[in-house]
């Protein structure tokens, strides 16, 4: 952390630098580590803090390839930022979590950001795949429906879980509503035992 400052609207603005030294080429795959310079200003969203609404704000760091024919150029990709999102990956997870007992333009709303900005959250996370192995115990499952658009039959599920500690995790967001899709992505867990028939499982 470089500085942090409360700006006229009182939100909160943490400026930080990446303690990586490289990153993997966009090109062949490589880590390289020779620095290039850097890219201009980002800031992004992020869990709130003392009940701020906060922005980190960093300069990506760009490396050039000594492998390749023409040395091309990459920045660096952070593991708490989604490449193009203007929002941490644990701001998407808040917002996803909030979703489940309200609507996109709810927390629209009660963020004051833009509803396209909550749907991002969620199409970001849409697959049918998730690392169970990083859940010891899942307790309670959640299914809930979340509509893309205003008046319009498009929706997805967010499959959630109550962990022995009470915490509420997302497992992941399905791309439609269809039962087929639930009890396949429930079978991907290993210790799972779910019918073939899934009448009266969900």
């Not at 990446?18 to 800031?43: A, F, M, N, Y």
């Not at 997805?156 to 022995?164: D, G, H, N, P, W």
């Not at 429930?186 to 779910?194: F, H």
Request: proline share 4%.
């Amino acid at each position: 952390m470089l500085k942090t400052e409360i700006n006229a609207r009182g939100e909160l603005i943490v400026t930080v630098e990446s303690p990586k030294l490289g990153t993997k080429c966009g090109q062949c795959g490589r880590w390289i580590s020779k620095l290039h310079g850097q890219e201009d200003w980002v800031v992004v969203r992020h869990l709130p803090i003392f009940g701020r609404p906060t922005y980190p704000r960093y300069r990506p760091k760009r490396y050039e390839c000594q492998e390749c024919k023409w040395k091309p150029t990459t920045a660096e990709q952070l593991d708490w930022r989604d490449k193009n999102s203007m929002h941490t990956v644990s701001y998407d997870d808040h917002l996803l979590v909030q979703l489940v007992n309200g609507t996109v333009e709810d927390m629209s709303l009660k963020e004051r950001i833009a509803y396209d900005q909550v749907l991002g959250a969620l199409e970001r996370r849409i697959s049918a795949r998730v690392d169970w192995s990083q859940y010891l115990e899942i307790g309670i499952l959640g299914l809930d429906e979340i509509a893309l658009k205003k008046g319009h039959r498009d929706f997805v599920t967010i499959v959630t879980a109550q962990l022995a500690d009470g915490r509420l995790v997302i497992l992941g967001v399905l791309a439609d509503r269809q039962k087929d899709s639930v009890v396949e992505f429930l079978r991907g867990d290993p210790r799972a035992a779910v019918p073939d028939d899934p009448h009266g499982v969900l």
